[in-house]
C-alpha cells in the first residue's frame, strides 16, 4: 500500500502545529541533534561560533523550518505520486561539500521525530511517528542519491 490519505492527513495537521512555535521547536530540533553528534555543530555555519543553541538566531529558525516543509512536502509528493523528487538541484552538493554522510541522515531523522512528538503532545501515535518516517526517508533517499 501506498502513502494513504490518512497518513498525509496527520503529517499535514502536525506540520501546521510545528509552524505555531518555530523559535521553540527548531532550539529542541537542533539541541537533539547536537545531544547525539555533538561534533555536527562545527558543520552548521550559524551554530559553530555560538556556546550551545543559540536561542534567537534566525538563520537557525529559518533552517529547520526549511527541513520540516520539505519533509512534510515530501509526504505530499509520495501520496501524489508514489515517489519523492527533489526540486532543488544543488542539494546533493551542499551536504557534500558540508561534510554530511549516511549516519547522519539517522541522527537528523531521531530528532525530527521527538520534536514532532513535542509538537503533538497526547495527540502522538505510532501511526503517525511511520507517516513521518517514511516521508522523512523518501526524502532523505533522495538527497543522499543527488549526493552521489
Ligand atoms: C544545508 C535540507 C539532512 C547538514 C541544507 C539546506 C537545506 C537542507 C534545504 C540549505 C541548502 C542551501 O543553503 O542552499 C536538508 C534535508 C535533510 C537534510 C531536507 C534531510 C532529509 C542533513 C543532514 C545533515 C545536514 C543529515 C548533517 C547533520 C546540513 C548542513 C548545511 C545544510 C551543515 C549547511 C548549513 C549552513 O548554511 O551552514 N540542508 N538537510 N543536512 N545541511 Fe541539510
Ligand atoms: C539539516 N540540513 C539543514 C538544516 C538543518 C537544520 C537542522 C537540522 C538539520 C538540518
Given amino acids: 500500500m501506498g502513502f494513504t490519505e490518512k497518513q498525509e492527513?496527520?503529517?499535514?495537521?502536525?506540520?501546521?502545529?510545528?509552524?505555531?512555535?518555530?523559535?521553540?521547536?527548531?532550539?529542541?530540533?537542533?539541541t537533539i541533534i547536537l545531544e547525539k553528534a555533538p561534533a555536527a555543530k562545527d558543520m552548521f555555519s550559524f551554530l559553530k561560533d555560538s556556546a550551545g543553541v543559540p536561542q534567537d538566531n534566525p538563520r537557525l529558525k529559518a533552517h529547520a523550518e526549511k527541513v520540516f516543509e520539505m519533509?512534510?512536502?515530501?509526504?505530499?509528493?509520495?501520496r501524489a505520486n508514489g515517489e519523492v523528487t527533489l526540486t532543488n538541484a544543488t542539494l546533493g552538493g551542499v551536504h557534500v561539500q558540508k561534510g554530511v554522510v549516511g549516519p547522519h541522515f539517522e541522527v537528523v531523522k531521531e530528532a525530527l521525530l521527538k520534536t514532532i512528538k513535542e509538537v503533538v503532545g497526547d495527540k502522538w501515535s505510532d501511526e503517525l511517528g511511520t507517516a513521518w518516517e517514511i516521508a522523512y526517508d523518501g526524502l532523505a533517499n533522495a538527497i543522499k542519491k543527488a549526493m552521489t
Fill in 9 to 30: 492527513t496527520i503529517v499535514n495537521s502536525s506540520w501546521e502545529a510545528f509552524k505555531q512555535n518555530i523559535p521553540v521547536y527548531s532550539v529542541l530540533f537542533y
Fill in 71 to 78: 519533509v512534510h512536502d515530501s509526504a505530499v509528493q509520495l
